[in-house]
Every structure is written in C-alpha cells, then in structure tokens.
C-alpha cells in the first residue's frame, strides 16, 4: 500500500464549478502538506502548503487537513481554464523527504 | 520566493554521449537537492537525494554510475546522464528545500526534457 493516494481523475469541470482534490495517508507522522501544480511540459509550482491540521485560504483555493482521518483536500473555487493541469499532493515529516501522490488531471472546459 | 533555476530546458544527444543537468537555488541555499524523473502522464519518481559536500543517496533501482549526482556548492547541484541510451529519454526535474527557511516545503525547477537519439 502506498504512503499516499490521491483521487486518479481526470477530472473535467465546467468553467465556474468548484473543484474538490483529495488525498489520503498512512503515515501520521507527516506534518508539511502541500498542493503542486504541473503544467504539461513543466516543473511543478507550489501552490499552497499547510503545517498540521487546520484550513488555509488563497485567493480561490483552500487546503484542508484533518490530521484525525489522514486525509487532505484542494478546494478550487470559481474555477477557470488556465486551471487545468495535473495537481499533485505531497507531504513529509520535519527532517524527512516529501512523498507525493500520484496526481489527479484537472480540466476546466469553457 | 524561493526559486529553483533548472538549465537546459530541452536537449537532443546522441546514443552513447554524456549530458549534464545543472539545478541552482537562485535566493537561498539548499544543503540538499532532489533529482526527479518522470514520464509522460506518470508522477514523479525520486531518483536521488543531493548532498552538499557528500555524496548523493540513490533510490533502490537507481544506477549511481549511469546518473552521477555532484552538489559542490549550497546553490548548485548537477546530474549527469552518462552514455546516454534512448531509454533515457525523459523528463528530470530537481528540487530543493531553503536550509535556512521555516517552511519544509520543496521549490522545483522548471524541467529538463532530454531526448537521446
């Protein structure tokens, strides 16, 4: 069993829907959770991380952690097509490396 | 930000000839770098961790010989594809993670997409 799962996707979404991107896992001790978004032909970009539990807000996206259920979630509101691209999960210990999903294909049609 | 330099970009090699990717954290030091690679529609694979000063940890699979790992400064760390072979063609990206920062997160560079011919 992986460390991480992530929702596979693809996922497709009228423009203006709100999107929903999870992730579980199994180790407890992770604390850095993070959301990466890849563009095709690209390195990942770091959209947002959050240290242990709790909810973080940017703009029209919001990380949620519930440390309770091992259990992470990307909510994309509003969302748009220049948001289409593969999301990926990641997270990792203090000292440790960071263990990512498997990402989940996102597009946003007009 | 944080931000990661990747160079080149984009490389076309001949079978058998060596290739060199060069990563540099451009705004903080990295004692430590990442190698990645990844196919097309695939997640990241971790190949290697980059040490400052010491030599690299490969991942279980990973030949040391066939992708050499030097991190001679805080801010640069190169890969090396050696005797490259089609099977070789890919995607490898690096990342690091500010020594000095709070956050524990990793900044990833741009790519570099090679093609051996």
């Known amino acids: 069993q992986k460390e991480v799962e992530q929702d596979p996707g693809p996922l497709s979404v009228p423009e203006g829907a709100i999107v929903s991107l999870n992730c579980t896992y199994s180790?407890?001790?992770?604390?850095?959770f993070m959301w990466y978004r890849q563009y095709s032909r690209k390195g990942p970009e770091l959209l947002m991380y959050?240290?242990?539990?709790g909810n973080k807000e940017d703009g029209r996206f919001t990380a949620q952690v519930d440390k309770s259920s091992k259990y992470i979630s990307l909510f994309i509101r509003d969302s748009q097509p220049s948001d289409s691209a593969t999301y990926l999960c990641?997270?990792?210990?203090?000292?440790?490396?960071?263990?990512f999903g498997d990402g989940t294909t996102l597009t946003v049609k007009p | 930000g944080a931000v990661v330099s990747q160079h080149p970009s984009w490389v076309i090699c001949k079978s058998g000839t060596s290739v060199k990717i060069e990563c540099r954290s451009l705004?903080?030091?990295?004692?430590?770098m990442f190698w990645y690679r990844q196919f097309p529609k695939q997640s990241l694979m971790l190949m290697a961790t980059?040490?400052?000063?010491?030599?690299?940890?490969?991942e279980q699979g990973v030949e040391k010989d066939k992708f050499l790992i030097n991190h001679a400064s805080l801010t640069l760390s190169t890969l090396t594809v050696t005797s490259a072979h089609p099977e070789d063609s890919s995607f490898y990206i690096c990342?690091?993670?500010?020594?000095?920062?709070?956050?524990?997160?990793?900044?990833f560079g741009a790519g570099s997409r090679l093609t051996v011919l």
């Open positions: 990342s690091a993670r500010d020594a000095l920062g709070g956050a524990n997160v990793l900044t």
């Open positions: 180790n407890s001790a992770f604390q850095y």
């Open positions: 959050t240290y242990s539990s």
């Open positions: 990641a997270m990792n210990t203090n000292a440790g490396k960071s263990t």
């Open positions: 705004d903080f030091q990295a004692t430590t």
């Open positions: 980059s040490n400052e000063g010491s030599k690299a940890t490969y």
